[in-house]
């Protein structure tokens, strides 16, 4: 008898909803809420549709496996009655080949820890897709659950002159059927309709196994009605899913029967028939045709709009060309796009800061508010519009299919990295943010593949670090320009491709040692051209940018706050003082050139020995050779926090040391500091550049550490990658600092 | 079949952009083979191989009106029969 836990979470003696430990996804108040799982292929539009039912934000895009995260919202029916919807991965079958297509069988198995067994299956279909979608379709309705199938993107089937009889379709398959168009919200209503009545079970069976396959499946479903409490049908389906398992985790998740049993029974099953494997497949197709042969009739087939894009997208000379302007164009747009609305929101919140300081009294609130607050979230806020640029362009990459395309042309050059074509998307991603992207790389079926993706997202240009390239930019490069291509433009572009290339070096590295391997299949669906869901895209952007205001209104005014504390306090050292004394007798003199010297002083007095100067000043020795000094160090520390802290905590320091009513930007705060013992200028081009660089390779981001522990499973890789990538950005910025030095530049 | 007219058996990667071919069999890892099944790859079903991409590789072929992305490699397990 096997322990208390063998399908412990998965006991199903019925197919009714049951009691389960609900996770954070389902809030609680909303387990006798009936449940409905959104089942379809990659790409069939399954989360428009899921959006167009729930209202809910969720990212949609036009590419295989871009819902990596299980989506939840709620719907209320015409009726009064809310349902809960999930919305789970896509997946070409119910035998998992990646982690994501592992919670779609395991929802639908009931197996799963987190979702209960849906009470209604919404089975998705691309109905210009049928004959190979409708595969998926038989193998969910073998499981015999309450389902009502939606023929997705009618209006595009009918373009390609594809006919359904859509009643001959019902009568065979005994599940009603829906036709909608998710882009236009066509057919919802009817949906929601239907949502409300008692969805029926399916009528038939229609995967029944090979005689050889059977044996097998009614032994070890013996085993496990023996063992647990699944029984019937229920356990021969738990036994199929485990003998296709394989190589996978299930067996060691379920402890319904041993890794050893199960090997048993397919090395017999593998003797009786080698071809085991394709056996459902096979008569799958053959029903699918049948289906088809009965339900449809196709006029036309050619899609002329994808015949021509593609011979010009994936042309051998012409495809490669329009890849690097499509990303060069991106990249220039970000930089100069962004800047008339940056402009707007600086000019925005330095007119708030002044008419704070006109209404306030003179004191520590007036400055907390003032050049704590005010100044952190407002520099932080000056860069959202090139944030929400980015997003925009990665949405409209992925809503349109190029970016599939984009992989299409680059799987042969990723592959002499060792990373497969599909590693683009999740890469891609981290460009916005490296959680995300990490969170992407469950598509990537392969182990190997996969680990070294996460590993070196983060080596992306993430949008964090676009503010503290910006406002390095701002400080160090000239402005000058070349018609529409400019020298910021240029280092900025120059900065991604840095991060690129040093990921793919780092990948290469990691997959001819710890992660050698050969490379593992990949198969890429390339899907139509779409106009992009604008709708979607608009939600998906506000989305990503409310989330990153949010992040600016709370960590980074908490950790401004702190930051102007440590700052200020404790004022009053004995030199301070005595400057001040100093600054009061020239301004009585009306000495202008005594009272700026001195003002400087006094600044530079107070931060020296505040909290933050102390600990900058510890840090100093070692980012010294770097060419950073302690107040840059108050901002490597700082920047732990999020890297879009460092502007915010420059911004406090320089606010701070200009003490004077002239508003001095910070830019030219950064670029005309003065070193207060030497009087020289603190920082060169060349602390820029070695700045800039160690931002672009140091990992400076505790929720992307969290979130590579949390998709490896363990410390390991959370902490090689923290090691690696600082101890490269500590080498990187010393052969830049000194290798300039040595070369005669700053 | 002998190991040298498995050798010479047509393959998915060996046809030219726009070839037509029929699928007889799927060589490869256990799971690649019955994802290509799933993906509609059964004996029998018509493939389309549609191109090369500029670098090479992978190649695009059409199988069930669905445009798929595979590396050469890989599609050289595929055997066909041409039509």
């Not at chain 2, 699928?23 to 509609?40: I, K």
Request: charged share 20%; proline share 6%; aromatic share 6%.
């Amino acid at each position: 008898m096997s322990s208390p836990s063998d399908l412990a979470q998965a006991p199903r003696e019925t197919r009714t909803p049951r009691a389960i430990p609900l996770s954070s996804a389902f809030p609680a108040g909303t387990r006798r809420q009936p449940l409905v799982a959104v089942v379809g292929n990659p790409n069939s539009g399954k989360s428009t549709l899921f959006n167009r039912l729930t209202g809910l934000r969720q990212k949609v895009a036009n590419y295989p496996g871009v819902t990596v995260d299980v989506g939840c919202g709620r719907c209320m029916l015409p009726s009064g009655t809310v349902v809960n919807l999930v919305d789970l991965p896509g997946a070409y079958s119910l035998r998992p080949r990646s982690p994501d297509e592992e919670i779609v069988r395991d929802v639908l198995l009931g197996i799963d820890t987190t979702t209960p067994l849906p009470d209604v299956v919404l089975l998705v279909l691309d109905a210009s897709s049928l004959d190979r979608q409708l595969f998926l379709a038989l193998q969910v309705l073998d499981l015999g659950l309450p389902t009502i199938l939606v023929l997705n993107m009618v209006d595009i089937a009918r373009e390609q002159g594809l006919l359904i009889d859509r009643t001959a379709l019902e009568r065979r398959l005994g599940v009603p059927i829906f036709e909608t168009v998710g882009r236009t919200g066509e057919g919802i209503d009817a949906l929601r309709l239907a949502l409300d009545e008692q969805a029926p079970r399916p009528a038939i069976r229609p995967l029944a196994h090979s005689d050889a396959i059977a044996t097998e499946v009614r032994a070890l479903a013996a085993r496990i009605a023996e063992r647990g409490r699944a029984t019937g049908a229920d356990a021969e389906r738990i036994a199929w899913a485990l003998l296709c398992d394989e190589g996978g985790r299930m067996s060691r998740r379920l402890h319904s029967a041993s890794d050893e049993e199960i090997a048993a029974h397919r090395a017999r099953l593998e003797a009786a028939d080698p071809d085991w494997r394709s056996v459902e497949a096979a008569r799958g197709f053959a029903a699918v045709e049948a289906l088809l042969l009965e339900s449809t009739r196709k006029v036309s087939s050619v899609d002329p709009v994808r015949r021509r894009v593609d011979r010009i997208v994936t042309h051998r000379i012409v495809g490669p060309l329009l890849f690097a302007l499509v990303m060069g164009v991106i990249f220039q747009a970000i930089y100069a796009g962004a800047q008339p609305m940056m402009d707007l929101i600086e000019r925005g919140t330095s007119w708030f800061g002044g008419l704070l300081s006109a209404t306030l009294p003179a004191g520590p609130l007036r400055s907390l508010l003032i050049d704590g607050v005010i100044a952190g979230v407002g520099t932080v806020l000056s860069f959202l519009p090139q944030i929400a640029l980015l997003f925009l362009f990665i949405g409209l990459l992925e809503d349109t299919g190029y970016l599939a395309r984009a992989a299409f042309i680059l799987d042969r050059l990723m592959g002499v990295v060792g990373l497969p074509g599909r590693a683009f998307l999740p890469l891609l991603s981290s460009f916005a943010c490296a959680i995300p992207g990490i969170m992407a790389t469950r598509t990537i079926e392969n182990r190997r593949d996969r680990l070294a993706t996460i590993f070196v997202a983060p080596f992306m240009s993430c949008s964090a670090r676009l503010p503290v390239y910006a406002l390095l930019i701002g400080a160090f490069i000239p402005n000058i320009g070349w018609g529409p291509i400019s020298l910021p433009g240029l280092v900025l572009f120059a900065l991604y491709l840095f991060g690129i290339v040093v990921a793919f070096v780092t990948a290469w590295a990691l997959r001819r040692t710890v992660l050698r391997g050969p490379r593992a299949s990949s198969v890429m669906e390339l899907p139509p051209y779409r106009t992009p869901a604008w709708r979607g895209l608009v939600t998906t952007i506000t989305g990503q940018s409310l989330e990153f205001l949010k992040k600016a209104g709370t960590v980074i005014v908490a950790v401004s706050a702190v930051l102007w504390f440590l700052a200020s306090y404790p004022a009053g050292a004995p030199e301070t003082r005595v400057l001040q004394g100093e600054l009061a007798a020239a301004e009585q003199a009306g000495d202008a050139a005594a009272v700026t010297a001195l003002k400087t002083s006094v600044a530079g007095s107070t931060l020296r020995h505040s909290f933050a100067g102390q600990i900058g000043r510890a840090l100093e020795p070692l980012i010294q050779p770097l060419g950073f000094d302690w107040r840059i160090g108050i901002g490597l520390v700082t920047s732990f926090a999020a890297r879009e802290v460092m502007v915010s905590t420059m911004a406090t320091v320089w606010n701070l040391s200009d003490a004077s009513d002239e508003s001095v930007s910070l830019r030219q705060a950064i670029r005309e500091a003065k070193n207060p013992e030497t009087g020289g200028a603190s920082y060169v081009p060349l602390t820029g550049i070695s700045l800039m660089v160690f931002f672009a390779l140091a990992c400076q981001c505790m929720s992307t550490v969290a979130v590579v522990r949390r998709e490896t499973g363990g410390w390991t890789w959370p902490i090689l990658m923290l090691v690696t990538m600082n101890v490269l950005a500590w080498v990187a910025s010393f052969a830049v600092f000194q290798g300039g030095r040595a070369m005669g530049l700053g | 079949m002998t190991p040298t007219a498995f050798l010479t058996d047509p393959h998915l990667a060996g046809l030219l952009p726009g070839e037509r071919a029929l699928v007889r069999r799927v060589h490869g890892a256990p799971d690649f083979s019955r994802r290509m099944s799933e993906l509609g790859l059964v004996p029998g079903t018509e493939v389309r191989m549609v191109r090369r991409a500029p670098f090479g590789d992978p190649i695009e072929f059409v199988v069930r009106g669905t445009h798929f992305s595979i590396r050469r490699a890989e599609a050289e397990g595929i055997r066909v029969v041409a039509i």
